[in-house]
Each structure stands twice: as C-alpha cells, then as structure tokens.
C-alpha cells in the first residue's frame, strides 16, 4: 500500500508538471486521503485518552 | 526584486526538506535503523509539502506566476504539513511517557519524529509567511532555468527513491509491521 501511494505521489508530481492543474490538485487530494487512511490503518487502542 | 525572492523561497524549501528526506535515507541505510510505519508516513507528509513549492516552479515555465497559483502551492503545502504534524505528533505522544526509549535512536537530543514535528511546523510558519506577503513574493519576471529544473529533479528522485526503498521494507505485503526488523520482500524470496 505504502509503494502505490508513493507513486501516487509521483502521478500528482507529473500531471502537476505537465500543466494538468485539475488532474494535479486532483490527485494531490488523492493522495492526501490515501496517506490519511494509511494513518488511519496503523492506529490501534494502545493510546486512550479520557477528556 | 522580492518577487525573484518569492521564487528562490520556494526552491529553498524544497532543498531543505529534501535534505531532510536525504537525512532519513543516511539513517535508514548508514545506521541500519528500519523506519517504522508512521515514519514512512511522515516522510509522505513532507513530500505532500514539496508539491506546492514544486507547483509554483512549475508554472513559473510559462512566465508570471498567478497569485492565484502562488496561494494553491502554498495552500498545498499547508494542508501537507497540518497532516504530517499529526502523524508525528501522534509517533511523539506514544513514547512520550517517562522512560519510554522511544523508537530509533535520538539525533541531537531529540527522536527522528520529534525533528519532524519541528519540520512540519517551520514549513507552516513558512507557507503562513509566504501568503501573507504574497503581493511582494510571487514569482514575477524569473527564469525557469537549470537550477529550477535540478530542483524539481530532486524531488522527482526522492518520491521514486522512496517507493523503491519501502517496497523492499514491504515486499508484496499490504502493510508493513509495526517495528520493522528486516526488508520483507528480501526476505520472502530467501535473501535475507
């Protein structure tokens, strides 16, 4: 999964370049989201927290 | 002449943070130290923050650079860095208690994720102080020669360089462990 985002990265790197600016920003939320639900996969109840 | 600044500030950053990143691999491969999952992701977080100085490069090939440009790269690499401090800042509160060794080896006092926390909020104060100004900073009358285009390369080279390095830590497998001991792709075909 790590290796797939990081060449979606590199897919937002190129369409960015290439003057895609739609596809680019596009991609780039992509790529924030994927990075978030990567985040989102390794979190685990170790830390519980009460407010 | 602060227009030809604003252009210059962001290939600054992407040198410094590629630095950085540069940093990571010296540790990874020098020290032998495996970087853990929230580690890969924080180095995510600082190439999500390269894109939008990259961005602004980028346009400045076609002449001026729209403000309108100058606020979506710094925009971008806002958004990146809010993430990334979050990541680390989550890696920091999990060994924050007393006694915890915390995970890797410290480097001037403080753990690799702690630095990264430092990271991503200089490249905030930054980003925040290059929309603030960005009447004086956005790139107007530059030239998108060599060093633009080396910089840019840089960044190209550590996003590939980074996929490569973590498939091998990940092998064909869909997540990586959550303390990384060896290359598991080098593992799975019997040479390590």
């Known amino acids: 999964m790590d290796t797939i985002i990081f060449l979606l990265f590199f897919a937002t790197f190129l369409a960015l370049g290439t003057g895609r600016r739609r596809l680019g920003l596009a991609l780039f939320v992509v790529s924030l989201l994927a990075t978030l639900g990567l985040a989102a996969t390794h979190m685990t109840s170790e830390l519980t927290l009460s407010f | ?192």
């Open chain 2, 1 to 192: 002449m602060t227009h030809r600044l604003g252009f210059w500030i962001a290939h600054f950053n992407i040198v410094a943070v590629g630095a950085v990143l540069l940093g990571a691999f010296g540790v990874q491969f020098l020290e032998g130290e495996y970087p853990c999952p929230l580690c890969i992701m924080q180095r995510m977080g600082m190439l999500l923050c390269l894109l939008g100085p990259a961005y602004i490069i980028m346009r400045a090939r076609h002449g001026d650079v729209p403000a309108a440009d100058f606020a979506t790269g710094y925009g971008m690499s806002v958004v990146a860095a809010v993430l990334g401090a979050a990541i680390a800042g989550r890696q920091i509160l999990l060994h924050i208690l007393p006694n915890d060794p915390g995970y890797g080896a410290p480097m001037f006092g403080l753990h690799l994720y702690s630095w990264s926390f430092v990271v991503f909020t200089v490249v905030l104060l930054v980003s925040g102080v290059n929309l603030m100004f960005a009447a004086q900073l956005t790139p107007q009358g530059v030239h998108y020669g060599w060093p633009s285009r080396l910089t840019l390369a840089l960044l190209a080279l550590l996003i590939l360089s980074n996929a490569v390095a973590v498939f091998f830590e990940e092998g064909l497998h869909w997540t990586m462990p959550g303390e990384p001991t060896r290359y598991e792709l080098l593992y799975d075909l019997g040479w390590q």
